[in-house]
């Protein structure tokens, strides 16, 4: 995932000064489609898991198609290693687990190994998710998705430990007013719940730009966005990203009848 995209840089940022500061890393991320964040939180839990005795984790996702994306992901992490860097593997279900640990019983029976753990699970499975472990790191991805909020509330806090080097992340898009995604991002902002908030925009994204006509001009509405965002971002919209933004809001608009969906998005 090198070279990291601004969107990472920025979530790096708030990381890596809760990991200064020596106790517990919580993070709620509230962010536009596709700014490689995902990517990032799974790699952090592998991170974690391959180089912490011990350390068991959970990313979660809302379904099991999702779910299976990022325990491809964190199998071609462990691939991808150094073979002098990466840890033995003893257990690989898909889309369940990967276990790291001396995978001979003789050489368990020896010494220590590394006895780590990665599970990987759906939000919305029937059976429930994260009861009955304790975990050192927690990645929920799409939380706005997840139809019951016990995944959280009776699932994760309960499991997620609070010592100094644990880490929590919950990461998602927007679904809506007054719903559990809602409800977490306006609770974390205004610090009542203890996870610290970060909202990244959808320019941050170096793809979300396209080709601009030689007529193209600023709306009204456009100069006070780009006004905005240069108050409140210190960035400057480019024309390419203005009129990226202009073809969304009419695929939207002639899809589902409203523009304003695209602000979800």
Known sequence: IWPFWDSQE???EMFERQHRLGG?????VL?????GLTTLSVALMCWLVFFTPMAH?????????RTNVNFTMARTAHEYLPWWMRPEKRYDARGKLLGFDKSKADDRAKSEGLQSQ???ESANQPSGAAYSKSLFGVHLAEVA???NEDAITEGIYGSLAEISGTIGIMESTARGR???WNRICKNSETGDLPWEFLFIEWFREPGYMIAVPENFTHTIEEEALIKKVERKSKLTLTDGQLNWRRKKMREFEFTS???ETFRQE
């Open 57 to 65: 984790v959970l990313t979660m996702a809302d379904e099991e198609e």
């Open 118 to 120: 990665i599970y990987f």
């Open 257 to 259: 009848g409203d523009s």
């Open 24 to 28: 517990v890393i919580r993070i709620v």
């Open 178 to 180: 007054g719903g559990l």
């Open 145 to 147: 998705r997840y139809r």
């Open 10 to 12: 920025k979530f790096l």
């Open 31 to 35: 962010k536009a489609r596709q700014l």
